[in-house]
Every structure is written in structure tokens, then in C-alpha cells.
């Protein structure tokens, strides 16, 4: 055992043996300690230990919370996954029973329709009422329209009055194509407006008018054949796969040209052609209702001549009509002859 000399060198540890400098601390211990405080120095030296020792707690602490926290959040996270991937579960298969249950709504109605159309196609060989017939001529071409544009078009069968047999809605569009089809021997110009006019009246974008039997005056005479004009197709076929092909044509180029109408609307000069569009459907409108008009015309003068044909003849008096006022056209007002040729 040594003693380790200071830097001071007036110290008495340079002046004296080491030996001699060693007992007389072992000798004075007591003395030396009580000089120096020892308790103090312990008690701070103490404090100092007790202090590293709680800052290494606090951080063992601190790290013990973190990890606590770390963790929580990655259960919570985990849960939450758990949960937004059972809620996804649930709802894909919320949405595969619904698309299974409309498919089998689905594939239920078209089975009706088949069970209905054979039904009536029955009777129809039965000899029953004529208007099996056209029933289910409507419902096959409901199920024909349905294969053959279901992918596009929502078919619109129900029966409607003044609304066209079938109507093609467009699934991405929204706009209507109305289908009518005649099967009669001869078709008259009052078939045709009620055509024009059941398309205007209910607003279809466009109209398809098929004739199985005879010419569509005006427009297609030719069996076989088929012609476009600007929102009107008019077929004069019998034949399934032509108007089927005739149709889907038709359809493409209506679909195309109302993109390019919805494109155009954006533009100034559109707003022009928009007003003009409308001012040609409603002077189609004004036609189709004056037409109407000279039928209703036509009626009323037709009674007004019987009933005052059946007046003469029951002895009326000339005076009765003296103010009577003639429902009849230009050609008859000539001269003094009687407007109903009563003067013969």
C-alpha cells in the first residue's frame, strides 16, 4: 500500500518516507475523517447515487411507456385493420348476394316472359281473340330486344297508352328510343303521325317504326328495306335478322350522335343549333296537332251537315238557319249553292 504524492511540494507527503507517512495515517484515521467531514461526503456521494439511480428509472420508465405506446397503437392499428377488412368482407359479400339475387330476379322475369309468351302464342293457335296476337308479337320483341341490346339499353315492355310497344333506355346515357311495329295490310298517314307524335309527346330521343306487312308511305316502299332520317328509323321487313341488324345500326349511330350532341352543348355555338332543334320539334309539334286539328274538322262537319240534313227533311223552316255558320272548306263557298248541296 502507497501513498500517491501531491503536486504541492511544500507538502509533508515530499518531506516524509512513505512508511512513516502511512502509519501516521493509520495512527490519526480518526482524526484525518473528522477533519474531513466524512459524513457529508458519504451523505453527497450518496445523493449523487441516488440520483443517477432515479434518472435511470425515469428513462427505464420512459422507455417502458414508449413501448407500451408503441404497442398499443400497433394492437389498435391491427384491430382496425382487422375490422375495415371484415367490414370490406361484409360488404363485397353484402354485394355479391345482391347481384346474385338480381340476377335471379332477373333470370325469374324472363322466365315469366317466356311462360306468358307461349301462353299466348297458344291461343293465338287456339283461334282465340285477335289481341293475343299482338301481345305476343309486343312481349317476343321484348325478349328479343332484350338479348340482343340488354347490355346497352334497359327494355321498357310494360304496356303504355300513347307510348310506343317497347322503349330503349340507355343505361349510360338515359335516353329513350321508342319501338313501334305494325303488322297491318295497308298503313294509313294517321299511323304514321300517331307515330311522330307519340315520340314527341313523350320526348324519345329517337323512334323506330316497323311495318311487317306493308309500305311506310313516304318513307320505305320496297320490302326489305330500311331508311334513316335524323331521329327516326323506319323498316319495312318481315324479316327478323334484318330489322335485328337494321336496328342495332340505327342504335349506334343515334348513341354517337348524342355524344357529339352532349359535347357540342359546351360550346357557344351550340346554344344556335340547341334553339333551332327545339324550334323543328315544336313546328313537328304544331304539324301533328294541326293535322289532329282537320280530323276533329272533319267530324264536326260531318255531323253539322247530317243534323241539318235531318232538320230539312223533318220540315224545318229556311229562316231556322239564317245565321248558321258553316263548318266547310274554301271550294264549297262559291256562288249561292247550298254549303251541304241542299239546293239540288
Not at 32 to 58: G, H, M, P, S
Not at 116 to 124: G, S, V
Not at 174 to 186: F, S, W
Not at 309 to 332: C, P
Amino acid at each position: 500500500m502507497s501513498i500517491t504524492c501531491c503536486n504541492d511540494g511544500s507538502c509533508i507527503c515530499h518531506s516524509i518516507p512513505q512508511e512513516d507517512l502511512i502509519n501516521f495515517v493509520k495512527n490519526h484515521k480518526m482524526d484525518i475523517l473528522e477533519l474531513l467531514d466524512f459524513d457529508n461526503i458519504v451523505q453527497k456521494a450518496l445523493d449523487k447515487q441516488k440520483k443517477e439511480l432515479t434518472e435511470t428509472i425515469r428513462q427505464k420508465e420512459e422507455e417502458i411507456r414508449l413501448r407500451e405506446e408503441k404497442l398499443q397503437k400497433k394492437i389498435a392499428m391491427t384491430q382496425s385493420q382487422s375490422n375495415t377488412q371484415s367490414h370490406r368482407l361484409m360488404e363485397k359479400h353484402k354485394e355479391e348476394m345482391r347481384l346474385i339475387k338480381e340476377k335471379l330476379i332477373k333470370e325469374q322475369s324472363e322466365k315469366d316472359k317466356l311462360k306468358t309468351c307461349l301462353d299466348l302464342k297458344e291461343r293465338e293457335l287456339n283461334g282465340s281473340h285477335s289481341m293475343y296476337k299482338g301481345e305476343y308479337r309486343e312481349l317476343r320483341q321484348e325478349i328479343a330486344a332484350g338479348n340482343l341490346y340488354g347490355k346497352k339499353y334497359e327494355v321498357d315492355g310494360k304496356k303504355k297508352m300513347n307510348c310506343m310497344d317497347i322503349r330503349l333506355i340507355s343505361r349510360e346515357h338515359g335516353y329513350t328510343v321508342g319501338i313501334e311495329t305494325k303488322e297491318k295490310k295497308a298503313l294509313t298517314a294517321n299511323d304514321i303521325d300517331k307515330f311522330h307524335k307519340d315520340r314527341i309527346n313523350n320526348r324519345f330521343y329517337a323512334g323506330i317504326m316497323i311495318s311487317t306487312q306493308a309500305p311506310i308511305k313516304g318513307y320505305v316502299t320496297e320490302e326489305h328495306t330500311y331508311k334513316i332520317t335524323d331521329n327516326y328509323l323506319y323498316i319495312y321487313s318481315n324479316d327478323a335478322n334484318m330489322i335485328g341488324i337494321a336496328i342495332g345500326c340505327f342504335l349506334d349511330i343515334t348513341e354517337n350522335r348524342y355524344i357529339k350532341e352532349q359535347a357540342a352543348c359546351e360550346s357557344t355555338s351550340e346554344a344556335y343549333a340547341k334553339l333551332e332543334a327545339k324550334m323543328n320539334n315544336s313546328l313537328e309539334h304544331c304539324i301533328t296537332m294541326y293535322k289532329k286539328w282537320q280530323q276533329i274538322q272533319k267530324a264536326n262537319m260531318d255531323y253539322d251537315k247530317q243534323m241539318i240534313i235531318g232538320l230539312v227533311n223533318m220540315g224545318a223552316k229556311e229562316e231556322l238557319f239564317k245565321n248558321h255558320r258553316y263548318v266547310i272548306t274554301r271550294s264549297k263557298c262559291k256562288g249561292k249553292k247550298h254549303p251541304y248541296g241542299l239546293d239540288k
